[in-house]
C-alpha cells in the first residue's frame, strides 16, 4: 500500500519554479515530520528539506536555502515543496518521506517513502 504519493514533476528552463505535492493519509500526516530527498543521476540520495509536525520548524539543506521552501497543508494533509530558481544541478528524482522524528529524517532515516517523482531543469 502506498503511504506517500508525490506529484508537480516535470521539465523548467533554468530560472523557473516548481511546487511539488506529496499527499498522503491523516494518521502520518498528523504523526511525523515530513521532509523531500532528492537523487540525481550517479548519486546518492541527499537530503533537501524538513518540516516538524506542526509546520513551526524547518530545515534547508544549504544547498537549497533560500530558493526551496517546505510547507503542509493541514487541510489536504499534504506537505508541498515551493522550487523557486531553479538550476541544472537541481535535476533529479525527488521523493518524500515520513519520518520519527525532525533528526532522524535529517540522516535519511524514513519510515516511509513515496515513490518519487521526476524534476529535469535544463539550462
Known amino acids: 500500500q502506498v503511504q506517500l504519493v508525490e506529484s508537480g514533476g516535470g521539465l523548467v528552463q533554468a530560472g523557473g519554479s516548481l511546487r511539488l505535492s506529496c499527499a498522503t493519509s491523516e494518521r502520518i500526516f498528523r504523526n511525523y515530520p515530513m521532509g523531500w530527498f532528492r537523487q540525481a543521476p550517479g548519486k546518492e540520495r541527499e537530503f533537501a528539506a524538513a518540516i516538524n509536525r506542526s509546520g513551526s520548524s524547518t530545515l534547508y539543506a544549504e544547498s537549497v536555502k533560500g530558493r526551496f521552501t517546505i510547507s503542509r497543508d493541514n487541510a489536504k494533509w499534504t506537505v508541498n515543496l515551493q522550487m523557486d530558481n531553479l538550476k541544472p544541478e537541481d535535476t533529479a528524482v525527488y521523493y518524500c518521506?515520513?519520518?520519527?522524528?525532525?533528526?532522524?529524517?535529517?540522516?535519511?532515516?524514513?519510515?516511509?517513502w513515496g515513490q518519487g517523482t521526476q524534476v529535469t531543469v535544463s539550462s
Open positions: 518521506a515520513a519520518g520519527a522524528s525532525f533528526s532522524r529524517l535529517q540522516v535519511g532515516a524514513g519510515d516511509y
